[in-house]
């Protein structure tokens, strides 16, 4: 499985991003996509993640501002950031079921 992720970019503060995460390779046995993030000199974290079903759980910092979906025609998922924050600043990876990762987006949110 490979993820290719794209969309990262710097930002004012209560702006806005969307990143896109497209898999291909053996993904039929996939059963979630989603992103993680990792913040400056912090831990990885999980933000959000979609069923086969497009069932989106979020990480309660981000739920309301985010929005994950996903266009199955195109394999892609979409990750919708509003009202960003300067702690929303981090390294994004998208996952496949925790298991297969992107070379992670950088996305910057400045005052």
């Known amino acids: 499985v490979k993820l290719v992720e794209s969309g990262g970019g710097s930002v004012q503060s209560g702006g806005s991003l969307t990143l896109s995460c497209e898999a291909s390779?053996?993904?039929?046995?996939?059963?979630?996509l989603g992103w993680y993030r990792q913040p400056p000199g912090k831990e990885r974290e999980w933000v959000a993640s979609?069923?086969?079903?497009?069932?989106?759980t979020y990480r309660h910092t981000v739920e309301g501002r985010f929005t994950l979906s996903r266009d199955d025609a195109k394999n892609t998922i979409y990750l919708q950031m509003n009202m960003l924050t300067l702690e929303d600043t981090a390294v994004y990876l998208c996952?496949?079921?925790?298991?297969?990762w992107g070379q992670g987006v950088q996305v910057t949110v400045s005052s």
């Open positions: 996952d496949a079921d925790g298991y297969y």
């Open positions: 979609i069923t086969k079903s497009g069932a989106a």
């Open positions: 390779g053996s993904i039929d046995d996939i059963h979630a």
